[in-house]
């Protein structure tokens, strides 16, 4: 299978969401899958194998280690070079409403997952940036214990 990974973060940058983007891509690598990741820059050229494509990003001026990408058409160029058979959309936002419109225009199926983020602070299931999703996913709401 062959699997676009578009996300709000990416290699320097260490977080949850980073983490769990590599921990997809090391699985990819170890079942035989074709992937790429689509990311705000600036980021490593490759990651377990698999080609990464940085896209413009700028930095917020109150959390400098932090770098939020922004919607560029270069996103669907690479989505329709690779010809994924679907695209997996990690806590999408800003650049994930980029790969969720080109997935859309190109016909490839997306699902939106959102590993990082309670329950609480994810958007609604028919948010108007992801309208056109197949599929969301998030880790249950912790249980008091």
């Known amino acids: 299978m062959r699997v676009a990974i578009v996300s709000e973060s990416f290699l320097p940058q260490v977080n949850g969401l980073t983490n769990s983007v590599c921990r997809v891509l090391e699985h990819l690598a170890a079942h035989g899958h074709e992937a790429m990741v689509i990311a ?10 698999f080609p990464v494509h940085a896209t413009p990003a700028f930095r917020l001026p109150f959390y400098r280690s932090f770098r939020v990408g922004l919607p560029s058409r270069e996103i669907r160029c690479v989505l329709e070079e690779f010809e994924p058979d679907v695209v997996h959309l990690a806590s999408p936002t800003v650049v994930g409403a980029s790969g969720m419109t080109a997935a859309a ?19 609604p299931v028919r948010h108007a940036r992801h309208g ?5 996913m998030a880790p249950p709401h912790p249980q008091p214990g």
Not at 41 to 47: I, K, L, R, T, V
Not at 105 to 123: E, I, K, N
Not at 132 to 136: A, P
């Open 40 to 49: 705000p820059g600036p980021c490593p050229a490759s990651h377990a194998g």
């Open 105 to 123: 225009r190109l016909g490839v199926p997306a699902v939106a997952v959102y590993p990082d983020r309670p329950r609480r602070l994810r958007p």
């Open 132 to 136: 056109q999703r197949h599929l969301v």
